[in-house]
């Protein structure tokens, strides 16, 4: 951006800047239910404030637990505006830690003024043990239970174990959770059949020794009739028993209805669900988390009205209660703290935008939380205005390029780091490594509602009508540790789909430059990227393009995954997709890859397996703990009758040539059109990519 452009840009915000004097004071903060109250108890909260300024007014919610420190909950959101009263968006809690007294605050801030006042209310959470048998209580989702036991001794952990009362399928259990005496112990149980009934006992393990305790019977209710479920087919039947737990992220397009998330057994029976409750029950779930919460992004209004469409990122647990939240107008203005040109909001750019000026819009695709000390790496999108020309544009017009940025969030989820796709200072060699003149491959472009692609804020009658698509990033892995022969870890993985390429940028925990430290992939305008391939096999077109989740699989040591969707391959088939070409040309992979990143860089393949059909869009790749491995085949078109289908496949972990019918499906589970899945062991133990 340039300087002309950043004064403008400073200029226009200091306008819209409210007396310097303005004040903010809370005036309550309220329950919705007195206290005390058990655990388990939905309680919403809700605070008024006045404003002598004229601008909107934000709320923060933050809880400090029982000899505890204090946690963001819910991040600054902008009020409803009443006569002169502001109230805060509600803050629904629902207490499943121990019992105590908790203190709730809310913040209320003026961003333009700069003003805050802070308000205190502290809540009574009851134990709802209080003998020696242990209780356990429906919740809001029919499929989850909460179990309470009594305390246990220090040094000690405890987890659930529950079974079928007809005994015909074998127990499953939650994690281990460390005692903390006096109090007593919350789980919330997942992984079950509706209306069906089950048997409950805690076990405590001191030392070596497990002891149960005593059994408790609870009936799940039916599914909600007001969801509607997906259904699935079993293809070919599962043959490995050690991972029993399909997690199922479902995302509709066209005329499909709004399915919620799903875990499956391998035949397809429904054991857990999660519906978002905001109007358009629209997210993304990019990760689940160890000990049964997931990282979700989520439409709903945040800051700019009438814009919802993934606003929120948020921490869900299994019962679908939010953890804690933060939403796109907050991180806006943590980046411009940080001292981002590109981060800032949309709604202060002039229209038609100046050439330089640049925005973020949206979360989109992924979020992960396996940085060091409880970090959590995010992707958004930017909006950039370029010169008549760019990309090579026609329309004369100014141009609107969309590119990514990583964001790294600290445990409190306040944004502390960023990446610019954009920004050569945020990455020393970032055009050299990533000229935005090298346009999307197969020159993608989003209109103002065009499916896929992030809200378009910065489209006006002065400006080009599409904007071009460039970096379309999908996937993000923190590579954690030093590798044999490589470069040392702590740096960010991340996947273009446009690009067809796969970048390294240099993390280092927060201590890196930034810059790119190579990309990886295929050669289609003879801009190489830095690796060569192996080419064991002779393949035609050995590499990946359009891929989405990669990430590097056993702790960091490889290999690394990659689902293929293959676009730019199959464009560039002889006849053509939908025509009688070689179905290998025509098909998705699923590839695992090791990396030598000493000189000469070089990848080589440990299996490309043809899919059998080809996705043109989302997709799952993961290396199992026995050898196999999991793909998710996510939008499939079926000709007859016209549907499309996602394919959550296990193939055993056989190397083989990547020809049809080498792939051996262990599991071929069939279902509606996915963003993403996962192959669990059980929801208490995800994948850590």
């Known amino acids: 951006m340039s300087s002309k452009t950043f004064t403008f840009l400073a200029g226009l915000f200091v306008a819209l800047q409210g007396p310097a004097l303005a004040s903010v004071t809370l005036t309550t903060l309220t329950p919705s239910q007195v206290s005390p109250q058990p655990i388990g108890k939905t309680i ?41 009263t502001w109230t805060s968006p509600s803050f629904v809690w629902v207490p499943t830690g121990i019992e105590g007294s908790y203190q709730i605050e809310v913040v209320a801030k003026d961003f333009v003024s700069g003003q805050s006042a802070t308000k205190t209310a502290t809540f009574q959470v009851n134990a709802v043990v209080t003998g020696s048998t242990p209780v356990v209580e429906k919740t809001a989702n029919a499929l989850v239970a909460l179990f309470s036991a009594p305390s246990c001794v220090s040094g000690s952990t405890m987890r659930v174990a529950y079974q079928e009362q007809s005994g015909s399928v074998p127990a499953s259990v939650t994690s281990w959770v460390n005692c903390h005496p006096p109090n007593t112990m919350t789980f919330e149980v997942a992984g079950m059949h509706a209306s069906t009934a089950y048997n409950m006992y805690a076990q405590t393990k001191t030392g070596t020794t497990i002891t149960n305790g005593p059994t408790v019977p609870f009936t799940t209710a039916s599914l909600p009739a007001s969801i509607t479920f997906p259904t699935f087919s079993v293809v070919t039947p599962a043959t490995d028993p050690a991972y029993p737990v399909l997690l199922h992220n479902l995302i509709a397009f066209d005329t499909e209805p709004s399915y919620p998330d799903v875990a499956t057994g391998v035949q397809g029976d429904i054991i857990w669900y999660y519906y978002s409750s905001d109007a358009t029950h629209g997210d993304v779930l990019t990760r689940p988390l160890p000990g049964g919460d997931f ?7 945040a800051w700019v009205p009438n814009v919802s469409s993934e606003q929120f990122l948020r921490e ?3 019962e679908g209660n939010i953890l804690r939240e933060t939403n796109m107008g907050a991180i806006q203005q943590e980046l411009l703290a940080l001292g981002s040109v590109d981060g800032g909001p949309c709604t202060t750019i002039a229209v038609p935008p100046p050439i330089g000026a640049a925005c973020i819009g949206a979360f989109h695709h992924d979020a992960i939380q396996t940085l060091p000390n409880g970090f959590t790496a995010v992707l958004v999108d930017i909006e950039k205005i370029f010169p008549p020309g760019t990309q090579g544009d026609t329309s004369g017009l100014p141009v609107d ?24 200072a945020g990455g020393g060699n970032g055009y050299t490594e990533l000229p935005v003149s ?30 071009h698509d460039w970096i379309h990033a999908n996937s993000l892995y923190y590579w954690p540790a030093p590798q044999d022969g490589n470069t040392s870890g702590g740096d960010i993985v991340w996947s273009s789909r446009h690009q067809d390429f796969v970048f390294k940028i240099d993390y280092k925990d927060g201590k890196g430059t930034g810059g790119i430290l190579w990309r990886m992939g295929p050669t289609e305008d003879g801009a190489s990227g830095n690796f060569v391939f192996n080419n064991i096999w002779n393949d035609p077109w050995p590499w990946f393009s359009h891929q989405h989740e990669v990430g590097m699989e056993n702790g960091g ?22 025509t009688a070409c070689d179905p290998y040309d025509c098909d998705s992979r699923g590839m695992a890859l090791t990396l030598d990143e000493t000189p000469p860089m070089q990848v080589t393949p440990v299996v490309s397996f043809d899919l059998g059909a080809y996705s043109n869009a989302m997709g799952s790749a993961q290396l199992l703990g026995d050898g196999s491995y999991f793909f998710e085949n996510a939008i499939v078109y079926i000709p007859q009758p016209e549907s499309t289908q996602g394919f959550s496949l296990e193939i055993a972990p056989t190397p083989a040539a990547p020809q049809v019918g080498t792939a051996d499906i262990q599991l071929d589970l069939a279902g509606p059109q996915h963003y993403r899945g996962w192959q669990m062991p059980s929801l208490y133990d995800p994948p850590i990519t």
């Open 44 to 84: 919403s909260w809700s605070a008024t404030a006045t404003d002598s300024g004229s601008s909107p007014l934000t709320f923060q919610f933050n809880i400090t637990p029982p000899n505890g420190s204090r946690t963001m909950v819910r991040e600054f959101n902008v009020g409803t505006l009443s006569g002169a």
């Open 295 to 301: 990282l979700t992004i989520q439409n709903n209004v």
């Open 316 to 318: 869900i647990d299994l």
């Open 401 to 424: 390029i969309i590119g990514d940025m990583i964001i790294i969030l600290n445990a409190n989820w306040q944004a502390v780091w960023f990446w610019d796709s954009f920004d050569p």
């Open 438 to 467: 090298r346009t999307a491959v197969l020159g993608e472009t989003c209109g103002a509602a065009t499916p896929g692609c992030p809200p378009m804020f910065l489209l006006s009658s002065g400006v080009a009508p599409l904007a």
């Open 557 to 578: 040591a490889g290999p690394m995954t990659v689902f293929d969707n293959g676009d730019t391959r199959i464009s560039s088939a002889p006849l053509g997709l939908g």
